[in-house]
């Protein structure tokens, strides 16, 4: 296979881990801010860590088998993981408040995606170059 081949394979199955770790976040988030009120920025990280262990567990299986990671699962490369998924957190966190606050939807989950898609970019290039990558 060619490397154009295997990177366009790569990034495809992150996107779709992203996507359903997105769908996680999303549905944690409606739930607690939109239907029960609680607050969303604190509602925002706490989605965040349960997609981030879901996304982590998946691309390590998964989506970067093969790169040079091991078959298991390490607190380390997880801790390298959250690290660079922390950044998108941070994106995503300044979209959502600046969203709440111009605009203030009365659908805050809105918000939340428009972060979340925000922190993709980073997020890959960060598991795919640091943390499944055996060589660095």
Same mark, same amino acid.
């Not at 988030?29 to 997609?51: G, K, M, R, T």
């Given at each position: 296979? &060619?490397? #154009?081949?295997?990177?366009? @394979?790569?990034? =495809?199955?992150?996107?779709? !881990? *992203?996507? /359903? $770790? =997105? ?9 607690? !801010?939109?239907? @029960? ?9 706490? =989605? ?13 299986? %998964?989506?970067?088998? *093969?790169? $040079? #990671?091991?078959?298991?699962i390490?607190?380390?490369?997880? !801790?390298?993981? @959250?690290?660079?998924? +922390?950044?998108? /957190?941070?994106? &995503?966190?300044?979209? /959502? ?11 805050? !989950?809105?918000?939340? /995606? +428009? *972060?979340?898609?925000? *922190?993709?970019?980073t #997020?890959?290039? $960060?598991?795919? #170059? %640091? ?6």
């Amino acid at each position: 296979m &060619n490397v #154009n081949y295997i990177t366009k @394979l790569k990034i =495809s199955k992150f996107l779709v !881990v *992203g996507s /359903l $770790g =997105s769908v996680t976040n999303i549905v944690i988030f409606y739930v607690l !801010v939109d239907l @029960l009120s609680y607050d969303p920025i604190i509602i925002s990280i706490f =989605s965040f860590f349960i997609a981030s262990i879901q996304n982590y567990t998946l691309n390590h299986y %998964w989506t970067f088998l *093969g790169l $040079g #990671n091991d078959d298991h699962i390490s607190i380390k490369s997880y !801790v390298k993981y @959250l690290m660079i998924t +922390l950044i998108g /957190l941070i994106i &995503n966190l300044i979209v /959502l408040k600046l969203i709440i606050f111009y605009f203030n939807p009365e659908l805050k !989950v809105i918000a939340q /995606l +428009l *972060g979340i898609i925000s *922190g993709t970019i980073t #997020n890959y290039l $960060g598991a795919k #170059n %640091w943390v499944f990558n055996a060589k660095r």
